[in-house]
């Protein structure tokens, strides 16, 4: 069953976010580990903002409807 322009909507915005919140996590893991290695204090990794999502959302969705 095909979704409505909604369901849609909300698919995209929830991968993109679900994707940016992972990225932040490797992003965090990975400076943990390094400032272990190179003994220091970790510094702070920024979080994504709503923009970030919605640019990314958009950025699926182009995929999406340049490569069906």
């Given at each position: 069953m095909a979704m409505n322009p909604y369901e849609l909507r909300?698919?995209?915005?929830?991968?993109?976010k679900d994707m940016?919140?992972?990225r932040w996590h490797q992003d965090f893991e990975y400076e943990?580990?390094?400032a272990e290695v190179e003994q220091?204090?970790?510094e702070s990794i920024p979080h994504f903002t709503s923009?970030?999502?919605k640019q990314l959302a958009?950025?699926?969705?182009?995929?999406v409807q340049n490569n069906s």
């Open positions: 909300y698919s995209l915005l929830r991968d993109a940016l919140n992972q943990m580990r390094l220091r204090k970790p923009e970030d999502i958009t950025e699926l969705y182009e995929f």
